[in-house]
Every structure is written in structure tokens, then in C-alpha cells.
């Protein structure tokens, strides 16, 4: 499997809608229209808002792989990233962060930085902030990348009402994100 295929297998079972009585059965996969959620009518975790010229209604699941793999992680140059950092940024570019910050974050106040530069906080990741996040402890950096995004999540959820009900949810996808990087090599 390929970085990007362990990631969308990671990503797919936590952003479908499955028809009651089908959790985890692709064939059930539904239209959702959560209440609060701005982006509309989603399936496969592509929503309205995000991808206004996409039918959501008969989008296929091939349609929605295609979708990631341009949108977030080719977009993104995911490619150039450590496995286990791909797909921790690869999430976090889906469920609406900018994974690029938090990557240069956490290598800035990981303890084993030691006295290596600082790397520029910009949300480019060039080639000085790939060769540092490929040379960086790699357990270290998804320890503190997915931390950071524990730490939004409750932000959201305690300065935003409507983001309350979500919270359980979302730091649960971060706990099945750290088991899950545990079994990548």
C-alpha cells in the first residue's frame, strides 16, 4: 500500500454516512446533511460547500478517493513528507486545518530539537522544512502534531456552541489516528 492508500483507509471509514443498520458497509455509504455544518450535503466526506461543482448526491466513492488524492494530498505534496507525517497532514488538511503550521510547530517545540535552526512558521513547507521533518523523530513529531490538534478541538468546542457536540467525536478520530500510525512503518 501506498502512503496515500493507508491514509485514505485511515480517512474514509470517519468521514462516511452509513445507512442505519450498515455501519462500515461501503455499499450503504449515504448523503448527510449535518445540522450546524456548514458544508452542506456531504458523502464520502466531500461536502457541497467545499466542492460546489461535484454532484454529492451520486458521487462514487472512486470520485471521492479521486477527489482527496488531487485536492489534499497531491495539492499538498504529501509525497515528500515521512509516511507517518503524510498521513497525520493529510487528515488534518481534510477535517480543516493547516497541517503545514502545525508540522513546523511541532518540530520548533519538539524536546529533541536540541540546538538544530528553528524552522520558519510560514505554512510553506520547502526544502528546509522537509529535510528537517525528514531528519526529525518521527513518534516525537505525531505525538506533539496530533496533540496540537487536541488542542483545537477543544478550543472549538468551548468557544463556539455549536462545535460542542463534536468534541467526543473528534478527539476520538485523533485517538484511532495515533492507534492507527502506531501500525505504520
Given at each position: 500500500m501506498t502512503p496515500f492508500d493507508r491514509a485514505?483507509?485511515?480517512v474514509l471509514p470517519h468521514e462516511n454516512a452509513y445507512a442505519r443498520g450498515h455501519w462500515g458497509d461501503e455499499n450503504y455509504v449515504v448523503v448527510e446533511n449535518v445540522s450546524g455544518d456548514a458544508g452542506g450535503l456531504t458523502k464520502y466526506g466531500i461536502d457541497q460547500r467545499s466542492h460546489p461543482d461535484v454532484?454529492?448526491?451520486?458521487?462514487?466513492?472512486?470520485?471521492?478517493?479521486?477527489?482527496y488524492r488531487?485536492?489534499?494530498w497531491d495539492a499538498h505534496n504529501l509525497d515528500a513528507l515521512p509516511d507517518k507525517l503524510a498521513i497525520c497532514a493529510f487528515d488534518v488538511w481534510v477535517n480543516g486545518g493547516n497541517a503545514n503550521l502545525w508540522l513546523q510547530h511541532a518540530y520548533n517545540?519538539?524536546?529533541s530539537h536540541g540546538n538544530k535552526p528553528f524552522l520558519k512558521e510560514d505554512g510553506v513547507l520547502g526544502p528546509?522544512?522537509?529535510?528537517?521533518?525528514?531528519?526529525?523523530n518521527l513518534n516525537e513529531m505525531v505525538t506533539l502534531f496530533i496533540g496540537q490538534r487536541d488542542t483545537r478541538f477543544r478550543f472549538l468546542a468551548s468557544?463556539?456552541?455549536n462545535d460542542e457536540r463534536?468534541?467526543?467525536g473528534w478527539l476520538q478520530r485523533d485517538a484511532d489516528l495515533r492507534k492507527f500510525l502506531g501500525s505504520v512503518s
Open positions: 485514505i483507509a485511515f454532484d454529492i448526491v451520486h458521487l462514487t466513492k472512486s470520485q471521492a478517493v479521486s477527489i488531487k485536492t489534499y517545540i519538539a524536546p528546509i522544512s522537509l529535510a528537517a521533518l525528514a531528519s526529525a468557544h463556539y456552541a463534536f468534541l467526543l
